[in-house]
């Protein structure tokens, strides 16, 4: 049963905390151990603000094991307002409505049902932006 | 260093081995390879295969392919580099009779994908992503190189039927190897009419994965003197990296590591990209071709598929690829892609390409890449 | 009436719809629902959805209106009587995914369609004590109704979230509850069991009517107030007959219902049902404008709020998605699709 896989990347899944350069303010995801050379303390985390644009996406159709239940799904590589580019499923979307820079913004949504004696995976999706009352 | 030689190859035939192990396909191949040389004399034995330990649940392949060769007690490892691993393996045993070490080796690569179904293979395959950061989102290798076929037509203008001439002219070439598992050619109405696997790409500009094993016997230049009437000489060898993520890439278009072994072994081998006369690039996806051609420095940035569609990758135009079927043609052997095509590139260079051959063609590339290029393995082979 | 010695409010507040909606007349269809239907249609989860999902969008809303860093939460709560777990607590995952964790509470509750707010309730008390500044009451639910039965036109799924934090901070003061709970089974489901049953017509005049009437009635009293003293009023909404005759016999009028009167849309969200109500009435309502709030839930209770709109709200309301803009992306599934996404087609 995968359980701690899971566990140690919640902050990042559920929402989307990377991690902030103190020196330099360069904002990355995923997060990462420092490199060799690097202070252990010289990046902290930071959460992304989850709105983005698509840079390009797919369909799958012929899905891996334990996706059976979910095509055809809609998977993107989103670039963030904050610079880094993540890999996701667009959700709340539907197949003919994907665009190449459509805005997008972050949910959390279920990621894998790993069955009844499993965990629920959570994490990011990206969807088409439901506006603010401001708007 | 010393200089490194094929003497002898072999492969099996590619497709659906219901009834044959990994050790059986395996064993063919090296016995073909081996030919009249005695299995005793290897001294090394490099196993290339991407998915064994996830889809078979054995490690150790490297002994027990070994054992299964009669020669228990030889060196014998397991490479994993997904999509690379059997040009990596090569790497390996070119090292090792590089340096004298060892005078004579095999590198076998295998594969049998066939005895899990569909969705588990899926999930074998989407491994050579991130685990952690792309295949927990469902993303699939397939998936991947549709995001960058999109995002290329988008930066350059292409549709998808623009792609159609890299299937056409593997299935092409395919007919007249005996070994691939699609010898039977293919229209461009065909491709557009295809069901779609992951937008925009269709059924027919997808490689189908399949079982097969292939080897190579490696020697010194004394013992490939000794041993081989027609040696083949692998002048040069790089294997390198890039992101295994796609997205933390500063340009998803471009495979850095196909950039950086295509050049670093063009310099070892004292030879210039327009000396390569034929070419075999791991192309499951017309996409993947182009991008290889154009990161190794044979194309313009997206120009790869104009190229293409002007007749360039047919082995009577500039950029010969695929001349035995490539990945979509041969079959997609996955992790024994990479010994595959030293295999076929060899029967180039030695003139027995049949109705694939490229005339007079002397200089060979190879190049296998694991995932989206996260790894790399190039070579390229001469005739002295 | 109940009533904390320290003045609360709603400092912030959110709504969660899914986009997805199945037509009355299309489970009619399968069913012969040859005497109508109760709702026009209902929301319906997608595919990655569920309490947990739901309750994140709605919380993260509120905070967004409240501007309230996540780590000042005292409690994260989750009313629902659609865990995705049976054993292991959403209001962790939710806390975890808002950033509020760890110097947190964290639970779940569970009434039915009161769920929710039994921890509003909570949520008064805690902060009401001076014991915590901020504490996160949500309502969530994917209720299901099993095929065929009455419940499946009207079994529906939405969140709404409410920070409850000092009246001072408020863009509604909750000036007074009451909460009126009897065993009453009109309506339950067994451990282990998929679908819920209800007592048909024991589910009207003993159950609903009868508690929601009593813990309205009762708080009118206290407060001195009568029906037309407030400007807006929201009921529990399983279907859409039962909160027009409830808020008849208690002497509110059709227009001051049809604001927060949302099932004829979405159906009943079951514990988001009468606080999704609440969502789109602040989304609305004036500076010292008056809400009626009175939630029920099986088994049976109902909790009564009085509210009175500040200053605060009209510039709040605007920081995240109003509920209309849920309501508004309505995207209609057939019954098959429908039946896939709820798990009614048997697999094995």
Known sequence: ?135 | MRHVYIIGTGATAVGEHWDRSAESLAIEALNSALGTIPVSRLGALYVASALSGTLHAQSQIGALIATAAGIPGVEAVTIEAGGASGGVALRQACMAVASGAVDLAAVVGVEKVTDVLDARREAALALATDADWEAIHGVTLTALWALLMRRYMHEYGYTADDFAPFPINAHANAVANPRAMYRFAITADKVRSAPMVSEPLGLLDCSTAADGAAAVIIASEGLARELCANPVRIAGSAVATDTLALHSRSNPLWLTAAAQTTAAALRSAHLTHSDVQVFDVTDPHGIAAALALESSGFAERGTAVALAREGAITPKGRLPLATGGGCKARGDTVGANGVYQIVELVAQLRGQAGAAQVEGARVALAQCMGGIGATVATHILTLD | MMKPERPVGIVGYGAYIPRFRIAAREIARIWDGAGGTPVDSKSVPGPDEDTITMSIEAARNALARARIAPDRLSAVWVGSESPPYSVKPSGTLVAEALGATPWVSAADWEFACKAGSEALTAAMGMVGSGMAQYVLAIGADTAQGRPGDALEYTAAAGAAALLVGPAAEAVAVIEGTTSYVTDTPDFFRRADTAYPVHGHRFTGEPAYFNTLRSAAERLLRDLGAKPSDFTYAVFHQPNTRFPQTVARQLGFTPQQIATGLLSPKIGNAYSAAALLGLCAILDVAKPGDTIFVATYGSGAGSDAYALRVTEALPERRGRAPLTAAYLARETFVDYAVYAKRRGKLVME
């Open chain 1, 1 to 135: 049963m995968d359980l701690a896989k899971h566990w140690r990347l919640r902050h990042a899944r559920y929402r989307l905390e990377g991690q902030r350069n103190r020196l330099t303010g360069e904002v990355r995801f995923p997060p990462a151990p420092p490199r060799p050379g690097e202070a252990e303390d010289v990046w902290e985390p930071y959460v992304l603000s989850g709105r983005g644009r698509v840079y390009s996406f797919s369909v799958v159709r012929q899905p891996p094991e334990g996706f059976e239940d979910q095509p055809p799904y809609l998977v993107a590589l989103v670039r963030l307002d904050e610079g880094p580019m993540v890999t996701a499923q667009l959700t709340d979307c539907d197949l003919e409505q994907a665009a190449i820079d459509m805005p997008v913004e972050m949910v959390t949504r279920r990621l894998r049902d790993l069955g009844p004696t499993g965990l629920i995976v959570y994490g990011y999706k990206f969807r088409p932006i439901v506006q603010s009352g401001n708007h």
